[in-house]
């Protein structure tokens, strides 16, 4: 037990070091080391879990919508997106891109169990702009390139790696460009396939791909899924040609394939499948959605996202 001292004023003090006094400083130094992130709340709790709750529960959507975006993670690509955008919503997504979006809320409520959805689901967060083209500087096989990604080139597409891992780039169709409300820039694509890993994935049905000859080396075939990717993801641009077999054959004697990044050589697709249960899909047609933006009722067209 400790012992009070004198001190000079005949004053009965006790030592600095006792122990009951040092344990109590150190619990209440550690009792909720937790502090709310928002400027200007104070609050403090015991574990993270509270902190989270305090967010969602004591503080406005402004409050918590500015702490977002004062704390979000710069994209590590410089990106350049050109001419106008469509504004999702209020304007419909891009046929044929699936989009989540709440029907109640745009920008997202943290409040509401669809909205937690859509962010939870790794694509784009509403409102998106969705552009036409744009210019970005990935990692290549070459190293940092400047590539520029256009949605209207119909045969041109990126380069990405497989999702379950690889190292082989796989061909790619792309469908949209974004760049959604936390500063992120999204790529939707369909992948390409070969005869090799279509056989591999146990796809059996070759008949309805038609009676001719599949070319085993140079032919693709199309998912009809769309699935999201971060622009960081790409890795170059490459060609599918849309066309028969003879004609890329004779192409290809003549010289006259396109080459994407890296020289890589272009190849052809003439059928697409889904994924899901390994079934022939419909043909492959080639859409000239430059040819539609050439005249003023086409570009009033591709606006109003009927195309």
Request: hydrophobic share 35%.
């Amino acid at each position: 037990v400790a012992t009070p001292m004198t001190d000079q004023y005949l004053m009965s003090v006790f030592p600095k070091d006792i122990p009951w006094k040092v344990s109590k400083n150190k619990i209440e130094g550690n009792a909720a080391p937790y502090v709310c992130p928002v400027e200007g709340c104070s609050k403090t709790y015991s574990d993270p879990e509270s902190v989270k709750r305090h967010i969602l529960m004591g503080h406005s959507k402004s409050d918590v919508a500015k702490f977002i975006t004062k704390n979000i993670k710069k994209e590590k690509l410089a990106v350049e997106f050109f001419g106008n955008f469509r504004l999702v919503p209020p304007f419909a997504p891009p046929d044929g891109v699936p989009t989540l979006l709440c029907p109640h809320h745009a920008p997202c409520n943290v409040k509401c169990p669809i909205c937690i959805d859509v962010i939870n689901a790794r694509g784009p967060v509403p409102p998106i702009k969705f552009y036409q083209s744009a210019k970005a500087v990935i990692m290549s096989e070459e190293g940092k390139v400047a590539v520029t990604f256009d949605v209207n080139e119909f045969e041109r597409g990126p380069l990405i790696y497989p999702r379950h891992g690889g190292k082989k780039l796989k061909y790619t169709q792309l469908k949209a460009l974004c760049c959604d409300t936390l500063g992120h820039n999204f790529a939707a694509i369909c992948s390409f396939y070969s005869y090799h890993e279509l056989k591999s994935m146990g796809y059996t049905d070759w008949s309805g791909f038609g009676s001719d000859a599949i070319d085993r080396d140079n032919e693709l075939f199309q998912e009809t899924e769309v699935t999201w990717m971060r622009l960081e993801a790409l890795k170059g641009s490459s060609y599918t040609l849309c066309c028969e077999r003879d004609e890329y054959k004779k192409r290809r004697l003549m010289g006259e394939l396109p080459q994407g990044t890296g020289k890589r050589e272009a190849k052809f697709c003439r059928y697409t499948f889904n994924r899901v249960d390994l079934t022939p899909g419909p043909k492959r047609v080639y859409v000239d959605k430059k040819a539609k933006t050439n005249d003023k009722v086409g570009r009033m067209m591709m606006e109003a996202g009927a195309w």
